[in-house]
């Protein structure tokens, strides 16, 4: 089923919206946690829908190594493999890729590297990402693109963003080749580079996308850079198509985004700062491993109505993390998830009631004065 | 408050019992799983108690070593610590000090150790282990008893057992200087040897106490000799207290000491064997991680009705599995413990319709036809 989307509230350049796909109803803006192997690491499904998680990602490149596309097509795709009934976002495969480095070699053709399991050899092209995606059967596929490194020269950032845009005009006509059971998204690329961007941005438009994702920021740039790149785009994106800035990130940067337009969001950061013991709280992150908790009684964040927070004490949390306790990483994971998903709930409700930019000045303001403290 | 146990049904020397604690009633034959430090590895009680569990066990030497008695006592006990609201047992310590080997030296005074997690020397006399489990406000303790090695001589089982008697009655001097939280249960000595057994008891039995547990077994000796102890002592035991058979053990084992009039039990196995893959089922143990499962689109179980068997497949298992997934952990367990703790259920069931013996012969040459099978 193709996504459509609908945009019934807006305050200033940030929208509340309804993505409705194969699987179900995603309320925008909306934080997507990352399900690498086909589980959110230490989450069952029920867990994440009591979270308020309403669409998970799935990540093509690992899933395609272990267990391999033919177990999950035996299943009849992701969904049914990992028991998540609801929406699912796969990417390319692309990223991942590409964060090996020396394993990898790109042509025109696509990638090719050495498989991180077993060493053999592994081909992804665009029609192989597609592949994959059409056997998850995620509700939202991601078209493979040439992630651009920071720091790139412009010559660099615009050979690899027009590689990107050959390569989105494969993926897109190998995944409408037959009816396909969800929508793929475009992704723009070009660097640090403006002009680049919006070339990307002009490529992509001869083609129709039910939605456009934002590829190449969270590499490392300074945030004025992002922020720069993401206000030269957001003017120019179709209004009515949902943007997805991939692999944002902080509380902080994930609010700045959505003042700036953006309406979808992933990051690895709540569940895995959760299983090496740093929590997010109100007032800044805490690493539940210092010994200032060890006998401190009171809970993570006593302002926060998890569950991890509404029955267990800091001391109790330092105790499990020390003693590796299964138990601590999914304590710890329930808390920093219901962080993000009351941030994402938090600012559906600042946008529908028009205080947005009031409430996010507060909050950013707050979060500085956290970050100074923790500093 | 001092446990109270009734009767209310029995089978041959099998019995239906209810044990009422400080913090709720445990319905006899009873499994309690194994909570090392505060935790029943990967679940939360929540879980536990939908799993079927009435109690479980703490052990004061894990304990006392992290985080220490200090900060669960600020909390007001191991109860409010872990979140678990329902019974506890906690052991002496006295198992595990010894099992230490090379780190330990016993005396009339007690025991000293290297601590393994830091070396200094830690000492556990019987009042040590007391005030350990006072302050954990545990519903039963356990005197501190010296566990006979297996094999040992007439002499040495003897000389231990003798000892564990003169513990036993300084753990209960102490135990019950002031009102304890909880009752305090004696542990029956003397290795392979019959008669020490009986001395043991006969020992025992110049105190009051609202249990007697049988230590020394399940610790490398053949099946018979465990057999002819437990029936020499089922024979002897008090009616009217509950019996708890320490340590034991794989499900045959407990329907065998259910038939001698055994009342609790306690193991490792089920947790321990989820986070190894090893699972339970009706026909024997599997290991999920065999490469015959790899496509296997079955439940761990088709006659299971957890929730690993009711939404997952034993491919998807051993994906988890071969990732090193936390929720691989989690779904073994619930299916392991489930596996041990509606066994429990079936026992109950059995001896209330006067049909142990039956049902007991029927399971046993099941379970001896599968080990033959899987061997």
Known sequence: MRPAFEVFSSDGAARLGRLTLAHGVVETPAFMPVGTYGTVKA??????????????LGNTFHLMLRPGTQVIDAHGGLHRFMHWPHPILTDSGGFQVFSLKSLRRITEEGVRFRSPIDGSEVRLTPEDS??????????????????????????????????????????HEYYHRQEPPGGLFGIVQGGMYAHLRLASLESLSERDWPGLAIGGLAVGEPEEERLRILEALTRRLPPDRPRYLMGVGRPEEIVAAVLR???????????????????????????IRNSAHQTDLGPVDPGCACYTCRHYTRAYLRHLDRCNEILGSRLNTVHNLYFYLQLMRTLREAIAAGRLTSWAQGYLAGRRAAADAVA
Chains 1, 2 share one sequence.
């Open 261 to 287: 337009g953006v309406d979808m969001f992933d990051c690895v950061m709540p569940t895995r700062h959760a299983r090496n013991g740093h929590l997010f709280t109100s007032t800044g992150v805490i690493n």
């Open 43 to 56: 989450m069952t499904p029920e867990e994440l829908t009591n979270l308020g998680a309403q669409i998970v």
């Open 130 to 171: 597609m592949a994959v995606q059409l056997s998850l059967r995620s509700d939202i596929a991601m078209a493979l693109d040439d992630c651009t490194p920071y720091p790139a020269t412009e010559q660099q950032a615009r050979e690899s963003m027009e590689r990107s845009m050959r390569w989105a005009a494969r993926s």
